[in-house]
């Protein structure tokens, strides 16, 4: 900072092992209450007492939505009018409220950014349009939200609601629009009384304001390309950048005749086509498909980025600034809502400097008492390039019997409580709470567990909180452009096999293929490579290098390595796993059946284990067929090798056929790879240099192994469990949590 500048609010440094939150220049927790809106009939009266509890339990960091022009969802006052004017009250009434209850407060507003109707209507050419060159319009194609949906609208009804469209993202009219709103929030808060107190924004638009395309909305199998002709143009732009000259683009789109001038859109059939088979081919159309899904990614990343950039601008780069993005890894369970999402550029996302903290709401895939709790993006490296991953904790719904949860149970719910903050502090990330019921902490005994957690991660900020794991789990964010719709493998790989991983017995990051090119990516004893079918030359050579140079052990998955990002071959395959493979254009029953359990990573399998899958018909089939490796399992189809392991030059490759191996397996690999676990079942850990938690599955007895001996307290109540022990033993309920520090031992 330049000598005589003014000091930020708020900015994000390392400190002691993780990204931290700075306020003032003191570190801080960053753990936040987030609430929806205020109901006119109380005035506000349960949010007050909502914020004075939090405000209680030591929590003095607050979220609330507003917007700087529109949200789109009837959620918020407009604050851009007509005649170009704009009304903050929404804004200053919310932090107004926040101030009367907790005067040590620091506000983050989510801040949504959506075009008026009244400026869509003098801007038709810049809204999103179906390929029918239909607008889309929210009455007529967004479909009510499910019956047991906990959103806002179940629960308080929305405004009336009204039809009209959406922006386009590409539309630099709209981008321009929203900048003049931007900077008009930024001068108020300079005007404010209370601007001091706005230490940052959540940039929020797109449906739900998650940066999803317009086109996606309530998960609906809606295709969402969008035709406007502001993406066209971009489109073709984007085209030049890629490949320079038309040559290349005829080369990678198999077409004679295109140029950058005529290149267009893939129509709706083209991205549908799918054949049965996992990746789409190689005629040209699969290369359209995929640049088409790329640029509509880069697109809404290039928006956040714009958007950040004004922010930073107008305030000098005094407030952090942030959005939703990156849910690779549980979006794939409806066909075709991953690809068409717009969420595959988080590697793109983490290169602007203008972007503080990234978030998502933990993964809904595995949420009940016994569960993995999980970020639905690689944390892991957004923790690696600087910036927060913002946890969203909204879990009141699995207790919450009027949005389709089990009986209220203070206990549980607690421990859920519990297991979510485990999962964020020993990661690196930062952790909100989101009311929005405004009901879900209006516990005694809940709040109560808040504050001792919250001492905890005050404590913890003194403490080591460098990353314990020896699993990297690798996701390719190119893979899905190139998957086809049809086709269960991508859920398989992600939403369903990250349930497994994450009861193997020990800590995991989450990580992005490009972060295995960077030379401060930490070193692993395993790599679980979950959907890397799509990998050039250059970043081959790349990974087998590390790979080679820290001797460690690689899992691959189903097609892993079959494309180069021109064609398919299984000869790329061979040259990323080292394991000859084969395959045939047909479908069979993606299983595979466990038939050696003499190996080291099969000897322990339980029976019910031994055979794993999606137990439905995938293609390409794809087996190994290599005299250096050795056969662990096989799959249906003639009985060809599905399970291999091999022995390489200074490092060891393990291929399944296919996703959701079953954590006992996961367990035996892991174990044959060197990495330390923490415990023999199914559990739940989470763990860091300073902080161990087990979220137990099952009720028993559990010994629980640490990779040195360490003196171990509860963390909650500071009792002394050891002095110096490797070793713990204690007894768990189902579906309880328990929180260690882990501090050098004793001295005798």
Request: glycine share 8%.
């Amino acid at each position: 900072r330049r000598e005589g500048t003014t000091p930020p609010l708020a900015e994000v440094r390392p400190l002691r092992g993780a990204p931290t939150l700075f306020l003032g220049g003191r570190p801080d927790p960053a753990t936040m209450y987030t609430f929806w809106r205020t109901k006119a009939a109380d005035g506000g009266r349960d949010l007050r007492r909502r914020i004075r509890a939090f405000a209680r339990a030591g929590v003095h960091l607050y979220s609330f939505l507003v917007t700087c022009a529109e949200d789109g969802f009837g959620w918020c006052r407009t604050a851009w009018r007509p005649d170009g004017s704009f009304d903050f009250g929404e804004l200053d009434d919310l932090a107004k409220i926040v101030l009367t209850e907790d005067p040590d407060a620091r506000m983050i507003p989510r801040l949504h950014a959506c075009s008026p109707s009244w400026w869509d209507a003098r801007h038709p050419g810049e809204r999103f349009r179906f390929d029918t060159g239909e607008p889309l319009l929210r009455d007529v194609h967004v479909p009510p939200a499910p019956p047991r949906s906990y959103m806002i609208s179940r629960i308080e009804p929305d405004p009336p609601r009204r039809e009209r469209g959406y922006p386009s993202f590409a539309s630099e009219a709209w981008r321009e629009a929203m900048r003049r709103c931007l900077r008009a929030y930024a001068a108020h808060l300079e005007r404010a009384p209370y601007g001091e107190r706005v230490v940052g924004t959540h940039l929020a638009s797109g449906d739900n304001g998650e940066w999803f395309l317009w086109g996606t909305p309530n998960f609906s199998p809606l295709w969402s390309v969008d035709y406007a002709e502001p993406f066209r143009r971009r489109f073709r732009a984007w085209l030049r950048e890629r490949y320079g000259t038309v040559r290349a683009l005829r080369r990678a789109w198999r077409d004679r005749r295109v140029t950058f001038d005529t290149a267009d859109l893939p129509p709706r059939h083209l991205r549908e086509t799918g054949h049965g088979m996992a990746l789409r081919g190689g005629d040209g159309g699969g290369a359209r498909v995929a640049d088409c899904l790329a640029c509509q990614s880069e697109t809404v990343v290039e928006t956040i980025h714009d958007f950040a950039r004004t922010l930073k601008e107008a305030d000098g780069g005094r407030r952090i600034v942030g959005a939703f993005y990156g849910y690779l890894l549980s979006h794939a369970f409806v066909p075709g809502y991953l690809q068409e999402s717009g969420q595959t550029a988080l590697g793109r996302l983490l290169e602007s400097p203008y972007v503080d903290f990234v978030a998502s709401p933990s993964a809904y895939t595995d949420r009940k008492p016994g569960g993995f709790a999980h970020a639905q993006g690689a944390a892991a490296s957004v923790r690696l390039h600087g910036k927060i991953w913002w946890d969203e904790e909204d879990v009141g719904n699995v207790t919450d019997p009027a949005l389709g949860g089990s009986r209220y149970d203070p206990a549980v719910r607690a421990s859920l409580q519990e297991r979510e903050w485990a999962m964020a502090a020993t990661q690196g990330m930062a952790h909100w709470c989101f009311d929005i019921p405004g009901r879900w902490y209006d516990d005694p005994r809940l709040m109560r567990t808040i504050s001792s957690l919250q001492r905890a991660a005050v404590r913890r900020l003194g403490e080591d909180r460098t990353g314990a794991a020896d699993v990297a789990v690798v996701a390719d964010e190119r893979t899905p452009r190139w998957t086809n719709y049809d086709n269960v493998l991508m859920k398989g790989l992600t939403c369903d096999q990250m349930i497994p991983l994450g009861h193997m017995g020990t800590p995991f990051g989450t990580f992005l293929l490009s972060d295995l090119l960077r030379e401060d990516m930490p070193p692993h004893r395993l790599y679980i490579f979950l959907n890397a079918f799509c990998v050039e030359p250059a970043e081959r050579r790349a990974i087998v290098r590390r790979l080679r140079r820290e001797r460690t052990t690689a899992l691959w998955l189903s097609l892993a390595g079959f494309h180069d990002g021109t064609r398919m071959d299984p000869g790329n395959a061979r040259r990323l796993t080292g394991i000859r493979l084969r395959s045939a254009p047909h479908q069979s029953r993606a299983v595979v059946r466990v038939t050696d359990l003499r190996h080291p990573a099969t000897r322990d399998l339980p029976g019910d284990d031994r055979a794993f899958g999606l137990n439905h018909p995938v293609g390409p089939i794809v087996w190994a067929e290599d005299p250096g490796a050795r056969t662990l399992g096989v799959i249906p189809y003639r009985d060809r090798s599905g399970l291999v392991v091999k022995r390489m030059d200074g490092w060891r490759s393990v291929w399944a056929a296919c996703p959701v191996l079953p954590a006992p397996l996961l367990r035996g690999i892991a174990r044959w790879a060197g990495v330390h676990l923490y415990s023999d079942r199914p559990d739940v850990v989470y763990a860091d240099r300073s902080l161990l938690a087990v979220h137990a599955r099952g009720k028993g007895v559990r010994t629980l192994s640490l990779p040195a001996p360490r003196r171990v307290e509860d963390l909650l109540t500071g009792r002394t469990i050891t002095r110096a022990a490797r070793r713990i033993r204690l007894p768990l309920d189902d579906g309880e949590t328990r929180l260690f520090r882990l501090a050098p031992p004793a001295r005798r």
